[in-house]
């Protein structure tokens, strides 16, 4: 490993080491790559919003392509600015308004097609399949799924017959949460492994090679 | 000659923006203009509208439309309570989604609650955020809350604040000011990711009272384990409707609650007639395009 390569990997040790330093407390070292890690955010970002977004989808498309509508989003983003000018910042909730109101449309339609009908469809099935097996977790699907539904019925008291139901709807929602759960850790698990072996194998033993 | 007056920039500024909306959705249309094959889809969302509006006339005519109680929101009084007595802030953070997700739209119009509370007790109110337009709607929502309770000179930009782009960078912002300002309450409300059990072992660390909201099922296994109260899935949507009591939220929240029940009233004439072996054509109905 070549000396300039082994300071970036001595860099990102000291930063994670310092973020890992958390784990006992607050303390100089977490506050200090903290704010580097906030900073350098920002700063990337900046970067990456004025190329990817202000350059390649609306500067070269308005002046290469002649695609003038997207003026209209472009004029949409400045009236963003306007916040900054406290008699004209009313004039920035117009961009919120169509953002906010684009969303709520945009997602109903989205949520229709992508969940709510499939899922309808997925659950209409048949208690009389190739086997009891299949019956049975034909059976456990309907249950849960309409049970489920109940829980999340917010206009009666859930007592009663209703309570019942929604009691299973909520045993439904731990075992899932349950298998999510099993599932996220693991995940996390091998992220760790990999900081570890940063350190481990290109931090200790890259430092090491370099004195051999 | 022409005065530019308010209303009518306002107007002229709207018009631009239908304009933009209609060239976006003209872009989307097929060589059909109408698509027989989502034709369930236009029904539904018929069938939802009337519902929510009917339901959205009858609040309004002041009809007593009941919502059963969502313990996760009783809990968010009892926390700025708790604050105000320790004279120490309330922590709001409204997801690590842009403003165009609907979870983060949820968390918005839940923050503008919690403010008032706060905004009424003069307790701080601490809103970190990670994207600009986020920070531009907290702040409106913010501000609204301290007007409507007469306390606009108390109101303060810097209660919602830009933090950090990068999810985890924000993340580890979030961390320092939990442990540096040590909240009595910390309010997660909105879309989280990995970040979620990051917060909120920090928040229980710091020794703070945690409400947490999310329709993320992946991370609400990690809420219900650190935090006090949890909002699941739709409990935050209906949020807003239960804390608020506006009558365009409870006709949201009531013709959802209808919609629940036809679904499932589909769902089991759907599975009776695929046992009896006639539900082939019905079940197609439901096919997504």
């Known amino acids: 490993m070549v000396a300039s390569g082994l300071f970036e990997v001595w860099i990102g040790a000291f930063f994670t080491l310092a973020i890992f330093s958390f784990l006992y407390k607050d303390n100089p070292f977490?506050?200090?790559?903290?704010?580097?890690?906030?900073?350098l955010s920002a700063g990337y970002y900046i970067g990456l919003i004025w190329k990817s977004v202000i350059i390649q989808q609306l500067w070269i498309p308005i002046t290469n392509k002649g695609e003038w509508s997207l003026i209209i989003p472009g004029l949409l983003g400045m009236l963003m600015f306007a916040r900054f000018f406290r008699k004209f910042s009313y004039i920035s909730r117009i961009s919120l308004a169509f953002v906010m109101g684009n969303t709520a449309g945009i997602f109903l339609v989205s949520q229709l097609h992508g969940l709510v009908l499939p899922q309808t469809q997925s659950t209409?099935?048949?208690?009389?399949?190739?086997?009891f097996v299949e019956t049975l977790f034909a059976l456990i699907v309907v249950i849960g799924v309409v049970s489920t539904l109940i829980y999340f019925y917010f206009s009666k008291e859930h007592t009663g017959v209703l309570g019942v139901t929604a009691k299973v709807g909520i045993w439904f929602i731990m075992i899932s949460f349950g298998a999510h759960f099993g599932f996220t850790v693991m995940g996390r698990i091998s992220l760790l492994i990999g900081r570890v072996y940063f350190l481990?194998?290109?931090?200790?033993?890259?430092?090491?090679?370099?004195?051999? | 000659m022409l005065r530019i007056t308010k209303p009518l920039l306002t107007a002229t500024l709207v018009v631009i923006a239908l304009l933009a909306d209609f060239q976006v959705a003209l872009s989307a249309v097929p060589d059909s203009a109408f698509r027989t094959d989502r034709i369930n889809a236009l029904i539904t969302i018929a069938l939802f509208s009337t519902v929510i509006l009917l339901y959205t006339r009858w609040a309004r005519q002041g009809k007593d439309l009941f919502v059963r109680k969502i313990p996760g929101l009783d809990a968010v009084e009892e926390a700025v309570g708790r604050a105000t007595e320790m004279g120490k802030p309330v922590l709001f953070v409204p997801g690590l989604q842009e403003i165009d997700d609907i979870e983060t739209i949820a968390a918005i119009s839940i923050l503008g609650r919690v403010a008032k509370i706060t905004a009424t007790y003069d307790t701080p109110l601490m809103v970190p955020v990670r994207y600009p337009m986020v920070l531009a709607a907290g702040q409106e929502v913010v501000e609204q809350a301290f007007i409507e309770v007469g306390k606009s000179d108390m109101y303060n930009k810097d209660i919602v604040r830009y933090v950090a782009g990068e999810q985890f960078a924000f993340t580890a912002t979030v961390n320092g000011m939990m442990m540096r300002d040590r909240p009595a309450a910390n309010i997660?409300?909105?879309?989280?990711?990995a970040e979620?059990?990051?917060?909120?072992?920090?928040?229980?660390?710091?020794?703070?009272i945690?409400?947490?909201?999310?329709?993320?099922?992946?991370?609400?296994?990690?809420?219900?384990?650190?935090?006090?109260?949890?909002?699941?899935?739709?409990e935050l949507y209906a949020a807003s409707a239960y804390?608020?009591?506006?009558?365009?939220?409870?006709?949201?929240?009531?013709?959802?609650d209808l919609m629940k029940v036809v679904i499932i009233v589909v769902i089991i004439m759907g599975m009776l007639l695929m046992t009896f072996g006639v539900g082939e054509s019905f079940m197609n109905w439901f096919k997504a395009v």
């Open chain 1, 200 to 212: 481990y194998n290109d931090w200790i033993l890259g430092t090491l090679a370099m004195f051999d």
């Open chain 2, 243 to 256: 804390l608020s009591h506006e009558p365009l939220m409870l006709g949201g929240l009531k013709g959802q």
């Open chain 2, 210 to 234: 945690q409400i947490a909201g999310t329709a993320r099922p992946e991370q609400l296994p990690f809420f219900i384990a650190a935090c006090d109260y949890t909002l699941m899935g739709e």
């Open chain 2, 196 to 208: 979620s059990l990051l917060l909120a072992e920090t928040g229980n660390a710091a020794g703070s």
């Open chain 1, 30 to 39: 977490y506050k200090f790559a903290e704010h580097i890690f906030a900073g």
């Open chain 2, 188 to 193: 997660y409300m909105g879309a989280f990711f």
């Open chain 1, 124 to 131: 209409m099935l048949s208690l009389t399949g190739d086997g």
